[in-house]
Nanobody, 118 residues
């Protein structure tokens, strides 16, 4: 089992910045991937950005150039720096962790709300 605890988020003005953080604990296997997904009202959950323990990054086209994902694999933490926020970024952001071993389950955090509004 892996437990994920998220922090950060809240109300952000358009064009502003906010940082999300997530800490993982429990049975942390390697290699693994850790990152962020989001779900806006009435929409499906979608990838924002993930980073593997060996440094490979995957991110949505809509956030490239604005959001930066970083990891501290030794501390099992991942952060998302969101810059130039847009109202279309409004969503619940979920931390995700998965060991990169066939058949391993993925784990989700409880979610943190980010609202971009003036």
């Amino acid at each position: 089992q892996v437990q994920l605890v998220e922090s950060g988020g809240g109300l952000v003005q358009p064009g502003g910045s906010v940082r999300l953080s997530c800490a993982a604990s429990g049975s942390i296997g390697t290699p693994n991937t850790m990152g962020w997904y989001r779900q806006a009202p009435g929409k499906q959950r979608e990838l924002v950005a993930t980073k593997t323990s060996i440094g490979d990054i995957e991110s949505a086209d809509s956030v490239k150039g604005r959001f930066t994902i970083s990891r501290d694999s030794a501390k099992n933490t991942v952060s998302l720096e969101m810059r130039d926020a847009s109202p279309t970024d409004t969503a619940v952001y979920y931390c995700h962790f998965k060991t990169l071993v066939s058949g391993s389950p993925g784990y989700w955090g409880q979610g943190t709300q980010v609202t971009v509004s003036s």
